[in-house]
């Protein structure tokens, strides 16, 4: 029978539903409707006739009002499930006279119990639209729920899709063919064509492979799914005693994996699925455990959706049996290749845990140590599958992609990738974990598998997919406001596009030249950004279709988006400059007509309309930066790892490419560090960029307590080809400033350094050419920088401060080494130690009134009282100390302290002399205690001249330094022997 059209076929199955009411088949009207609301409506919806299942105090409302829906008039005709904290309904009927029908279900339905907000109501009858919208507007008023019906030309046009043809096919007897033919391939329809139209007898393991490709076929291919039942009832004869119980067991393994993935519900697969687990032993083989364990995921998830009424206990008992007979079958493994299945298996196996979340800790630990003993035997093992492995990684990405053992294992994979399968399998592997990566928002780590992607597709046939990643990096950096290193990629893609010799390239441009142009924007480079806009719109002239259809190019219309709201905005906050910026419009590629328009558009409301107040306010919370930073004193701003980095030089076009350079250097390191917890002591950066002719960069450490300083000095004359050199040492540059704003101690921080360096960090700082010849290359000509930088940029009144990305956001966790139980040890011996210390002084001083009031003062500024006697110990013992050896050289001296504050105060230690203790020496000890609190948790300063306020507010927030106490007698009563 010829297959007709969509239409042809709709109108069919309209007629079919109007032949249930004339045949009575109510109960499989109910069954359809249900099972079209599983697909529609909500997954997990569930009979209210069926098995209740327990669940918290919302389960539990939700299976009581199931209950009460069972026992109501409506029975067999309603169906209920829970999406998120709402109550889902669905009610059906074959009743001609619908519309009184469904206002008696919906009294129904609204009579006791928790009350659903939402129902889905099925009926044959069809429904005006007018009828539709007043029965709406009746349950919404009457019961406050949404209602959606579903008559019968609604479920026609439904059950006319390919996903649901299997539901029209065994309710309405409408046979697979009356299906459009589908674009499956001619290899399926000679399968169907055998195995369905022809009905052959399948005998054979090769039959049986023939059976489950075409099976599988119409289980996951949407224009294969009108065949699915018939692929189903020709597997079952393959569950025959006739026929080897390896093959049998291989077709109840099909048959259960095509009812859930295909039609949505393990239920009618379970004798299948009990058999199948009842049957597994020791005599079973690797691949057969295999489908096992994969079986127990398949359940697992089953429960999970509420697409089975199997309990958790049953997949638990499978899942026990499974792992025992693996881990035996692993004691006694000969072949390799056994070993590696059976690896496999066990790892396949480890996150179905109904009483753990794959998240948590230890679920996280099993799983790759798992799926690392499964990497390891397969690098032994030549020639062993290894997509399987790469695909699970994928599809953990969005719950596991940010532990710090996910990327370690992916790299190992990537690497059998493309040793066995080539640079551009690894590439695509990249490709996908970043788009899940990017799917859950995580920049970072998109960004890491992005760089990996473009590496393993720069060649001439894939050079596309590596251009694609270059300008997907440069967004995901954009996203994170590091818009320098955001630029010199976008100029990457953009100087390939331009140069490669493949002219199917050339479609990239446009979207490379716009990317390039947002970085100035989001960077306060308005003046800039307006230059470069004009060629950007120039390139997209000559090289878009239609390129004066704005509509047809988000990039145009975003672009001119900002850019008359940038224009709006210098009109608020300083007419002044609208001549620079309307010199940079004259130079568009567009009609006069058209760049008055845009003018025009740029002094209406809202921005014309707003106070100044209000346009300063928008600034500080959308953009975080002066939007014209390029007019007077220039520099690169941004903010990441709690840190303000500003980065400045002379206002000639050279220094500001340095500068630009040395911008895009310090954002790329710190994506490559975003990942680790570098302790990063907040503070701000400023850097002073030099030109000299010099063959390398060199870094000066500048004093200064109230910020980090530093000089860098760079050659005017800079590698303009691939110069590995000059990446390493750009990268160096990097560290070593980074390596400043750490507490970690060296070792520690080298070992992150050794890392990144392995895993290519060097090479991240080099895409298509040398950074600051790319930034050149952007930079557009005519930009009149010696104008800019002599002209007076307008201030604004409100503070603004760069926006830090939540990702590269300081961190404030407790930090590495902190625990309550050590925080309490530390205290218990300071308080110990400093009271011996002063034993015989702190009473002299509590008796001195003008010692005593420095002491509450200190007290009263919230000091904890273990700091208080950490300070005074400190000035005093540093006092005897060098009063007892006054000649001493400062190392010896330092030395003699350290051994004074660890021991009881004797009578033979000098006097102290209470006139020292004073309010000035007090307080250098206090800013002092800082630096001694670091070390005590393992960590170092290091740089000249510490940032005292900064380190207090690191070990505040993540140490507890001014919060852990004990309790404890008071030390500074004048009975100073109170105990703790």
């Known amino acids: 029978m010829p297959s007709r059209n969509r239409l042809e076929l709709k109108s069919f199955i309209r007629f079919q539903l109007s032949q249930l009411s004339a045949r009575n088949a109510h109960h499989d009207f109910e069954n359809l409707a249900f099972e079209v609301a599983r697909i529609r409506v909500v997954p997990n919806i569930l009979p209210a006739t069926g098995p209740v299942q327990a669940g918290g105090d919302q389960g539990r409302d939700f299976e009581s009002y199931r209950t009460y829906l069972a026992n109501s008039h409506l029975g067999t005709s309603a169906f209920a499930a829970k999406a998120s904290s709402d109550i889902i309904v669905g009610a059906c009927s074959l009743q001609k006279n619908i519309t009184d029908k469904i206002r008696a279900d919906l009294k129904s339905i609204f009579g006791a119990g928790t009350h659903p907000g939402h129902v889905a109501y099925f009926c044959e009858a069809d429904v005006p639209v007018a009828k539709r919208h007043e029965l709406q507007e009746f349950c919404k008023e009457n019961y406050g729920a949404t209602l959606d019906i579903f008559d019968g030309q609604a479920i026609a046009d439904i059950l006319a899709e390919h996903d649901t043809a299997w539901i029209a096919e065994q309710f309405l007897s409408i046979p697979a063919d009356e299906w459009p033919a589908d674009s499956t391939s001619e290899e399926y329809q000679a399968l169907k064509t055998r195995w369905i139209t022809q009905r052959e007898k399948p005998q054979n393991y090769a039959e049986f492979l023939d059976v489950k490709q075409g099976l599988r076929t119409a289980t996951f291919e949407p224009s294969a799914k009108p065949d699915l039942l018939s692929w189903l009832c020709v597997m079952r004869d393959f569950v025959s005693d006739d026929l080897p119980d390896r093959l049998v067991q291989k077709a109840r393994y099909e048959i259960s994996v095509a009812e859930l993935r295909g039609r949505g519900s393990l239920d009618p697969a379970l004798p299948y699925v009990d058999k199948f687990f009842d049957s597994l032993s020791g005599a079973s083989s690797p691949s057969e455990l295999m489908d096992g364990a994969i079986l127990c995921v398949y359940v697992w998830g089953a429960v999970g959706h509420k697409q089975t009424s199997t309990t958790a206990d049953a997949v638990s008992s499978w899942r026990a049996k499974v792992d025992g007979l693996l881990d035996t079958a692993l004691s006694s493994a000969g072949r390799v290749i056994d070993r590696c299945t059976l690896l496999e298996a066990k790892a396949t196996l480890s996150p179905v845990s109904p009483e753990e979340r794959l998240t948590s800790t230890h679920a996280a630990n099993r799983f790759f140590d798992l799926w690392g003993n499964v990497v390891k035997q397969i690098q032994a093992t030549p020639y062993y599958p290894v997509r399987h492995v790469a695909n699970i990684l994928e599809q953990v990405t969005p719950f596991l992609g940010t532990h710090p053992r996910f990327r370690p294992i992916a790299d190992d994979v990537d690497l059998l990738v493309a040793d066995r399968a080539g640079a551009g399998a690894a590439a ?84 490379a030249f716009f990317s390039v142009a947002d970085t100035f924007h989001a960077a306060g480079e308005g003046i800039s950004y307006f230059h470069v806009l004009a060629h950007a719109l120039e390139a997209h002239h000559s090289v878009a279709s239609n390129p004066h259809d704005w509509y047809e190019h988000s990039h145009v219309q975003r672009s001119f988006a900002q850019a008359t709201t940038l224009r709006a905005i210098a009109r608020r906050l300083d007419p002044s400059t609208l001549p620079l910026i309307d010199q940079a419009i004259a130079s568009w590629p567009l009609p006069e007509s058209e760049q008055r328009a845009f003018i025009d558009l740029s002094e209406r409301p809202p ?78 950066v400023t850097i002073d960029v030099e030109l000299q002719d010099v063959e390398r960069s060199r870094v000066e450490q500048l004093p200064d307590n109230g910020r980090l300083a530093w000089r860098v000095i760079m050659p005017t004359h800079y590698a303009r080809d691939h110069d590995k050199d000059y990446g390493f040492e750009l990268a160096s540059v990097a560290i070593t400033i980074l390596g400043q704003t750490t507490a970690l101690p060296f070792e520690k921080f080298r070992q992150l350094v050794d890392e990144r360096f392995e895993r290519g960090m060097s090479h991240r700082f080099f895409s298509v050419r040398p950074i600051r010849e790319l930034l050149e290359f952007v930079q557009p000509q005519e930009l009149p920088l010696a104008l800019l930088a002599n002209t007076d940029r307008r201030k604004l009144s409100v503070d603004v401060r760069p926006i830090e990305p939540d990702e590269l956001k300081w961190r404030s966790a407790p930090g590495p080494g902190y625990s309550k139980n050590k925080a309490e040890e530390m205290l218990r011996n300071r308080y110990e130690k400093t009271r011996a210390a002063v034993l015989l002084t702190l009473p002299r001083l509590l008796k001195d009134d003008r010692c005593r009031k420095i002491i509450e003062g200190l007290r009263s500024e919230g000091l904890l009282d273990w700091q208080i006697l950490n300070i005074v110990t400190s000035v005093v ?104």
């Open 607 to 684: 921005w014309s309309t707003m106070s100044r107040s209000e346009v300063e306010a928008r600034i500080a919370e959308e953009l975080g930066l002066h939007p014209f930073g390029d007019i007077g004193a220039r520099s690169a701003v941004w903010s990441a790892l709690g840190i303000v980095w500003a980065v400045k030089g002379a206002p000639t076009r050279e220094c500001w490419l340095a500068v630009s350079e040395l911008a895009a250097v310090l954002q790329l390191a710190q994506v490559e560090f975003g990942d680790a917890d570098l302790v990063v002591i907040p503070s701000n």
């Open 428 to 511: 695509d592997l990249a490709r996908r974990r970043a788009i899940a990566h990017l799917k859950a928002n995580r920049n970072l780590a998109a960004i890491n598998e992005l760089q990996k992607a473009k590496v393993g597709w720069f060649s001439g046939e894939t050079m596309d997919g590596s251009m694609l990643s270059m300008l997907v990096i440069s967004d995901s950096l954009s996203k994170l406001n590091l818009n320098f290193a955001a630029r010199y990629y976008a100029a990457g893609a953009l100087f390939l596009a331009l140069n490669h010799q493949d002219e199917t390239l050339k479609h990239r441009i446009g979207h």
């Open 877 to 980: 013992t540093q006092w005897q100390v060098q009063a007892q050896f006054p000649n001493c050289d400062p190392r010896e001296l330092a030395r003699q302290i350290q051994d004074r504050v660890f021991r009881a105060e004797s009578v033979s230690d000098p006097e102290f002399d209470l006139n020292v203790f004073s309010a000035e020496v007090v307080k250098m000890q206090g800013r002092m205690l800082s630096m001694a609190a670091l070390k005590s948790w393992g960590l170092e300063i290091h740089r000249r001249t510490p940032d005292f306020e900064a380190t207090k507010k690191l070990l505040d927030v993540r140490y507890r330094h001014s919060l852990d106490d004990l309790p404890h007698g008071d030390p500074f009563s004048l009975e100073v022997e109170g105990s703790l």
